[in-house]
């Protein structure tokens, strides 16, 4: 899905978890998840702390997003 | 002498349960379980399954590096002679984590290794070039074919007897040539083969490219305050009841669900169908795949546009890539109906 999303001219982030099954199926843009069944969460934090988490992901995404890449690329920080 | 097999599982088949074990740290059990007493079966006195080593699929993927070394660390200990993981059919997970365990007995400890995953698995592109993977049905359905298959490799791989091609020999390409004589020189069978394709009948190139699909990047948003942004997701996160009816497995259609006028996904509201992760923590809050509440919040910050009111969902487990991507192709052409600018796609 991504990559015929991408190719129809939009950019993509891809959050997930596994990186290299992202890398694998083509994904350009990637920030890595937080665990497989959540990837945009932990239900181990108190929820002020799980939701500022769930911010700062989509936050690196924007920045992944308005970032120019010329190849695969992982935002991992 | 009888040889010796380890031979590694994920928790389901080791038969310590599902989504709910898949947390679970490496162990090892002496002799063979679940598909491996089928393999025993197989092997019969040429070779006995002297071990089992199992491990959560969540385990493993989110600590690749130190599972993968506790895990080896456990078969070396047993000093086999063959390695033999799975089969893991097109699940992700365990193909990736089959893939690490043969890939690492191979190059550390020298022992041919081997394992079956459906061709379209993650983990054939993955590993394909430095272990053997012998091709798989898709599920667990193809269990007995897939043994009988991975047990033939696996006696030819004891007996050091691997000497065709790899189509001849029941496992997938690893893109490797071998030299030996043909009784026709290399003219003749190119020109034999050059007829064969003027007639339209079939014949075998001796020298197969790669096929790379890869989608350059797209340029990136200049504008992310005015931008529109989309949320896709294949963790199969619909409303409540599932009311297109999406597959817990295989999908074979996505739905798209009105974004508009909530501020959050409620677990009253919103409830997630993937069969292939635990749904506990989704199902509590499902903004934990599609993060609607902090986009809202960006939103109303003016971080960045508009959310698009339209999320689009499927599941993405032992889905067929083809499906995939006539499902990207779809979605996209909505998103550019609607003037969407760029995408957010979730994924467990």
């Known amino acids: 899905m991504v990559k015929e999303i991408e190719r129809a001219g939009f950019p993509v982030v891809h959050i997930a978890t596994i990186v290299p099954i992202s890398l694998t199926v083509g994904a350009n843009r990637i920030v890595p998840g937080v665990a497989i069944p959540h990837p945009l969460g932990n239900p181990d934090l108190p929820a002020e702390e799980e939701f500022a988490l769930r911010r700062s992901l989509i936050e690196r995404a924007f920045r992944a997003l308005t970032t120019d890449v010329e190849e695969q690329t992982v935002f991992d920080c | 002498m009888t040889k010796r097999v380890v031979h590694y599982v994920n928790q389901f088949f080791a038969g310590q349960g599902g989504e709910e074990s898949a947390h679970l740290e490496p162990v090892t059990v002496e002799g063979a379980l679940g598909p491996g007493l089928q393999l025993q079966a197989l092997l019969g006195d040429e070779a006995q399954v002297v071990a089992t080593v199992w491990c959560g699929d969540n385990h493993f993927a989110e600590n690749l590096e130190s599972t993968r070394r506790e895990v080896l660390r ?48 993650p983990g054939v592109e993955i590993y394909s070039r430095d272990i053997y993977i012998v091709p798989v049905a898709d599920s667990a359905r193809g269990m007995k074919v897939a043994l009988q298959a991975m047990g033939a490799l696996a006696a030819k791989l004891l007996n050091g007897e691997l000497q065709g091609t790899a189509e001849e020999e029941g496992y997938l390409s690893r893109g490797r040539r071998k030299n030996f004589f043909f009784a026709e020189n290399g003219a003749v069978r190119a020109v034999e083969m050059a007829l064969a394709k003027f007639h339209g009948q079939p014949f075998r190139t001796e020298f197969e490219m790669p096929v790379f699909d890869r989608v350059p990047p797209a340029p990136a948003l200049k504008d992310l305050k005015g931008a529109t942004i989309a949320l896709v997701n294949s963790g199969g996160v619909v409303p409540m009841g599932n009311p297109d009816r999406i597959e817990v497995s295989s999908a074979s259609h996505f739905g798209r669900y009105s974004l508009e006028s909530l501020e959050d996904l409620t677990a009253q509201a919103f409830e997630s169908v993937h069969g292939g992760y635990d749904r506990t923590y989704v199902n509590d809050d499902p903004d934990r795949v599609v993060p609607l509440d902090a986009l809202r919040a960006l939103e109303k910050e003016g971080v960045f546009g508009r959310l698009y009111e339209y999320y689009f969902s499927t599941v993405g487990t032992g889905t067929p890539v083809k499906n995939c991507s006539r499902f990207g192709t779809e979605i996209a052409e909505q998103l550019k109906a609607d003037g969407v600018d760029a995408v957010i796609l979730t994924s467990t």
């Open chain 2, 74 to 121: 456990r078969i070396a200990s047993f000093e086999p002679d063959l390695v033999i993981a799975g089969p893991a059919f097109n699940a992700g997970r365990y193909g990736m984590a089959c893939g690490e365990v043969c890939r690492s007995v191979t190059e550390e400890l020298n022992v041919p290794a081997l394992t079956g995953l459906y061709p379209e698995n």
